[in-house]
């Protein structure tokens, strides 16, 4: 795989971060949040995280 397909994939997992920020966002706005629903989004933002780091490993920059 080339340094395009790693750099694809940070751009990719940069905006499922956001959605799922902007998910959390728009759920603790609600009168009674889904408190399990926000902490499987913050599992998954997590697990975003460590792909991009072994992203950017693989592009030599961590």
Known sequence: MGKNHFKKAILSLENRIAEHQEKIRLELKKDYPDRG??????????????????????????
Do not use: P, S, V, Y
């Open 37 to 62: 629903l926000i902490n499987h989004w913050q599992k998954e933002i997590k697990a975003f995280e460590k792909g991009i780091e072994q992203a950017l490993k693989r592009l030599g920059k961590k």
